[in-house]
């Protein structure tokens, strides 16, 4: 029987009959097996009866830990003669680490795709009302109104600002953190996002139009007065940071340049031209023209969030390449710790990334 084993190499079907029965967990051990008895060396039999191959497969028993395999993968080694590689050890609970991997570019692309199907939802729901004549078509319609509040464009445009926020307030904290200028400033940003989120969701700016309009006699242009007031709050913020926006970087200036354009044009310069068109023709908010003009400027308004998503998950890569999240234990569980890394260094940065992990342990550890 020991010839027979010495003769005959483990087959393959073997080992994909236990990776079947016990998952992947002991791959390793039972490849190193297999691979151990492709050619198999002739090792001298002893010739010693039961007794001598009884002592020697407890022998080989005692190698691997009762417990640490299945009992075929412990079969197969006293079969076969092999002595099985040391079993992983048992993983610590407290030093578990979920790695989550990404990169700004899937990121902003994934945000896009999400984008261009509410806009799409959007003008199905105005087509629906002005092409079929269906006002509601079970709530649908009213549902994916680009022009309604309330509604999933209304949040999603919401959650975009809220998504600015939390970044640019990650930016902020970290800038903080290094003793790096203008962490207020930034800090400053998150809070206009952030406020811009809860405006987006509850319609504050809508709340101030009527009373507006009536104390103001207002008209044309000036249809929805609250573009109005933001467009000075604007203002204001343009030049509370006009000696920040020179000391960024050319294609950083660029970049927010686009976005903050797009989303103005479409947030007010839009709604001025949609305001004049309600004063001048009657009021009506439900014709294809008016359709036509939420549309253009929901779109856009969205295009420039989006755009601004990118541009705050660039500069977050710059300041905190790996973001780590703990979730302390309370006595009961162990801590777990989330770890997510924002930029997944390329071949070409692989260099620039290392000297960049090289300065940030020389200060944690400094620290």
């Known amino acids: ?13 073997v080992l994909n009959d236990a990776l079947e029965a016990h998952g992947e967990r002991h791959r390793d051990a039972l490849t190193a097996l297999v691979d151990r008895h492709a050619s198999p060396a002739r090792a001298p039999s002893s010739g010693r009866g039961p007794a001598t191959n009884a002592s020697a497969r407890a022998s080989r028993a005692t190698e691997w830990p009762p417990g640490a395999a299945p009992p075929v993968v412990t079969d197969l080694s006293h079969r076969y003669g092999a002595r099985m590689p040391d079993p992983v050890p048992p993983r610590d609970a ?5 790695r989550l991997r990404t990169s700004p570019r899937r990121l902003v692309r994934a945000v896009a795709w999400a984008a261009a199907c509410v806009v799409g939802a959007g003008i199905a729901s105005e087509l629906t009302r002005h092409v079929l004549d269906r006002g509601r078509l079970m709530g649908l319609v009213p549902l994916f109104d680009l022009d309604g509040e309330g509604n999933v ?4 445009s919401a959650l975009l600002l809220l998504t600015v926020a939390v ?5 902020a904290c970290e800038r903080g953190r290094r003793g790096l200028p203008h962490a207020r400033a930034v800090w400053g940003l998150a809070a206009i996002a952030g406020f811009l989120a809860v405006d987006e969701a509850a319609g504050i700016h809508e709340l101030l139009t ?7 006699h207002a008209g044309g242009p000036a249809h929805f007065t609250w573009v109005a007031g933001y467009a000075v709050a604007a203002a204001v913020v343009a030049l509370a940071y006009a000696r920040l926006i020179p000391r960024l970087g050319r294609d950083l200036r660029r970049a927010l340049a686009v976005a903050i354009a797009v989303y103005l044009v479409g947030a007010l310069g839009m709604e001025v031209v949609a305001g004049a068109y309600l004063d001048s023709y009657d009021g009506s908010t439900r014709n294809a023209v008016y359709g036509l003009m939420t549309t253009v400027e929901e779109a856009l308004e969205i295009g420039g969030l989006v755009l601004l998503v990118g541009l705050a998950l660039r500069v977050l890569r710059d300041h ?4 780590s999240l703990g979730l302390d234990g309370d006595g009961t569980t ?23 992990r090289a300065r940030h342990v020389a200060r944690r550890t400094a620290q």
């Not at 970044?167 to 930016?171: D, E, P, S, T, Y």
């Not at 162990?334 to 960049?356: K, L």
């Open 1 to 13: 029987m020991a010839r027979r084993a010495e003769r005959d190499p483990l087959p393959r079907r």
């Open 94 to 98: 407290s030093t578990e680490t979920l």
């Open 153 to 156: 464009p209304a949040f999603f």
């Open 167 to 171: 970044l640019l307030a990650l930016v």
């Open 210 to 216: 009527a009373p507006l309009r009536a104390g103001l």
């Open 320 to 323: 905190a390449p790996r973001i």
């Open 334 to 356: 162990a801590p777990v710790t989330v770890a997510t890394a924002t930029a997944a260094p390329g071949p070409r940065h692989h260099s620039r990334y290392a000297a960049f």
